[in-house]
């Protein structure tokens, strides 16, 4: 079976990361020849590119993002470095396609998956784009693996627009509860489900393989903070010396939300960090400080204690809480004007009800892909 596959792939270490593990599943385990959909250029940095980001995000946000990108060396070492893997690990189409020429891919594909990541998320894409699938023909295969919608509500004329969407759908899925039951209330049925964003769909070997070999020595704190202010950064300080550890970072992670005291913030700074770099920072960490979801799953598959700073918007936040739930662990949620003292009061996390956690929304994960690619 041939199935092309929708999703974000660059620029993003999460990103990147969700879309290696689900095509690494679905080619390894259950042998689907699946090859994922090019909607860029080849390069990182092209005039296409330029073009389709003054078209959907605006003047302003392009100028920020190519500044947040490619303003620095160190920064255009780490789109690089973000390209290499992509062209040694993503299997990709070599034709490029947008919305005008995808529906060519129905001569080629037997069906289509869309997920995972926010691209379901309206503020992000339209409803009638590629992310939904409107270009497959009705005898296509259609199946959607965890995309995140990541909104609470929706007008009238949202509803009927994604109910119109999903009605050939062969199997529907989200990656957080919350999408779900909008979804579901959408439609009219129980038919999505919640499953795991990808990068807990594979075993954690899969990320052992590629992290093996131990990146920064002695105790450190990782921080992985795409937005978050000068305080919070200020206050990792202050615990970072009480606790007497380097802190090691990843700084100018949002482009378009440059917190200029990243150029001060941190004993090591890890500018020009691979996605191999970006987990085994997680993995040998003695804790984590993040406002990401995915910096959020790999410290728990690498049992790291972590504490999340909120994030601007309740969409982005109920991915956070969302997983929390998922996996049976209290808040972790913290703020600048936290004292040590608070976090130190939080419950130690409970590891092996994670990893039970994990395992029993694996396999329901696992069985609703291999039951959604068994559809006639």
Known sequence: MKIAGITWWRNNYGSILQAFALQKYLREEENVDYIIVNQYSKKMASLNNLVNKLKTVGLKKTVQRLIGRFGLKKLRDRVSNLQSFVDNNLVVTDLIFDEDNISALNDEFDGFMCGSDQIWNPSNTRLDSMYWLTFANDNKLKISYAPSIGIESVTDKQKKEIRENLRTFNAISS??????????????????????????????????????????????????????????????????????????????????????????????????????????????????????????????????????????????????????????????????????????????????????????????????????????
């Not at 903070?225 to 090691?248: N, P």
């Not at 917190?259 to 920072?281: C, E, H, M, R």
């Not at 690498?302 to 109920?318: A, E």
Request: with cysteine.
């Open 175 to 376: 990656r957080e509860e919350s999408g779900t039951t909008l979804i579901n209330k959408i439609i009219g049925s129980e038919s999505c489900k919640t499953v795991l964003d990808p990068t807990m769909l594979v075993n954690r070997i899969t990320w052992d393989a590629i992290s093996d070999s131990r990146l920064c020595q002695g105790k450190y704190i990782f921080v992985y903070l795409l937005r978050g202010t000068k305080d919070d950064r200020k206050w990792i300080e202050e615990y970072s010396r009480k606790k007497h550890m380097r802190i090691v970072t990843i700084p100018f992670l949002d482009g378009e939300n440059l917190v200029l005291y990243d150029f001060k913030f941190g004993d090591l700074k890890l500018w020009s960090a691979t996605p191999q770099d970006f987990i085994n920072a997680i993995r040998y960490a003695e804790c984590v400080f993040t406002d990401s979801f995915h910096c959020m799953v790999f410290s728990c598959l690498y049992h790291r204690t972590f504490y999340i700073f909120k994030k601007l918007g309740n969409h982005q936040m109920n991915r956070l809480i969302g997983l929390h739930s998922t996996l049976g662990i209290n808040s972790r949620i913290i703020s600048s004007e936290s004292t040590i003292g608070d976090i130190e009061k939080l419950a130690p996390i409970d590891w092996a009800g994670v990893d039970r956690k994990i395992e029993e929304r694996r396999k329901i994960s696992q069985e609703y892909l291999h039951s959604a690619l068994s559809c006639d």
